[in-house]
């Protein structure tokens, strides 16, 4: 059974930085994909960062390259969400989530790809202007 648990988040002024955790374990084969989301009020959960075992490669959504950046550890069991520069609008809830057997490469950022509906509890990134 997969599981993950999230680690990091709290309350930053605005220009921070803030580290998030996944570790994910369980899988029951060697391709597997992990990935970041979050959800800000009001608004639909989306993507921001995923890793794939099957070609070992973080991804970070578009809009925050530059600011956010992915990293694993060795085993690419963890994925680390490195934030720098936060704003006020990435406050947000920020979810981790976990697929056996996903699609790819590259790893899916969109959630309609983790199937297997293992998410983490969240943890809050509040920003404070």
């Known amino acids: 059974e997969v599981h993950v648990v999230e680690s990091g988040g709290g309350l930053v002024q605005a220009g921070g930085s803030l580290r998030l955790s996944c570790s994910a374990s369980g899988f029951g084969s060697d391709d597997y994909a992990i990935g970041w989301f979050r959800r800000a009020p009001g608004k639909e959960r989306e993507g921001v960062a995923c890793i794939s075992s099957m070609d070992d490669k973080t991804i970070v959504t578009d809009s925050l390259k530059g600011r956010f950046t992915a990293s694993s550890d060795d085993a690419r069991s963890t994925l680390y969400l490195q934030m720098h520069n936060l704003q006020p609008e990435d406050t947000a809830v920020y979810y981790c989530?976990?697929?056996?057997?996903?699609?790819?490469?590259?790893?899916?950022?969109?959630?309609?790809?983790?199937?297997?509906?293992?998410w983490g509890q969240g943890t809050q990134v509040t920003v404070s202007s």
């Open positions: 989530a976990a697929q056996d057997i996903p699609p790819g490469p590259p790893c899916p950022l969109d959630e309609y790809y983790y199937r297997d509906n293992i």
